[in-house]
């Protein structure tokens, strides 16, 4: 052995032994067959497949197991469309503790994506999804009210008219009215 192949003996052993001592330790760890957020891999289609392949209510119970709704809620609340999009499907099978907190996650998406959730607003004003229960400000910071209002008059689409007139009525009704000064 050369002098001169010595050091590059031990940059190779520096280098590839923290790899082999890695490889070593994870072999002997136990498998585990706890599911992993890698492992289940929750997405907006993937989602939609299976409330078209074994229901809403068989969905909203593996979502129930597998501790998923947290993931969902931050997806519908950042006002992502393939998410918003399914609550419908979900909110009728949900409990109530959920579905008030997916009706949450809508009011927060409101002026992040006024278009879709407009699009899953009940025309007919019902309990879970109209204008009246997702359209108000009750648990929303000061100025949602405001940015909301503004994120829906920017939509303009005749399919939505209706929704967005409910909308922002109801955003209106908790507003403050300015009343004349009579002079008196």
């Given at each position: 052995?050369?002098?001169?192949?010595?050091?590059?003996?031990?940059?190779?052993?520096?280098?590839?032994?923290?790899?082999?001592?890695?490889?070593?330790?994870?072999?002997?760890?136990?498998?585990?067959?706890?599911?992993t957020e890698t492992a289940s891999s929750l997405s907006a289609r993937a989602l939609a497949r299976q409330i078209h392949?074994?229901?809403?209510?068989?969905?909203?119970?593996?979502?129930?197991?597998?501790?998923?709704?947290?993931?969902?809620?931050?997806?519908?609340?950042?006002?992502?469309?393939g998410w918003i999009e399914l609550v419908p499907d979900l909110i009728t099978h949900a409990d109530d503790a959920t579905a008030s907190r997916l009706r949450t996650s809508l009011r927060?998406?409101?002026?992040?994506?006024?278009?879709?959730?407009?699009?899953?607003?009940d025309p007919g004003n019902?309990?879970?999804?109209?204008?009246g229960a997702l359209c108000t400000a009750h648990g929303m910071?000061?100025?949602?009210?405001?940015?909301?209002?503004?994120?829906?008059g920017a939509v303009h689409d005749i399919h939505l008219a209706h929704q967005n007139a409910d909308c922002l009525a109801a955003l209106s009704a908790g507003l403050p009215t300015e009343t004349a000064d009579n002079g008196t």
């Open positions: 052995m050369r002098i001169r192949s010595f050091p590059r003996l031990m940059l190779l052993m520096a280098l590839l032994g923290p790899t082999a001592g890695l490889t070593a330790l994870a072999a002997s760890l136990p498998t585990t067959t706890a599911t392949e074994e229901g809403a209510q068989a969905t909203v119970h593996a979502l129930d197991e597998q501790k998923a709704w947290p993931r969902l809620r931050r997806a519908v609340a950042a006002g992502w469309d927060q998406a409101l002026p992040r994506n006024p278009y879709a959730v407009l699009s899953i607003i019902g309990a879970l999804l109209g204008a910071p000061a100025r949602w009210r405001q940015d909301s209002i503004r994120a829906i």
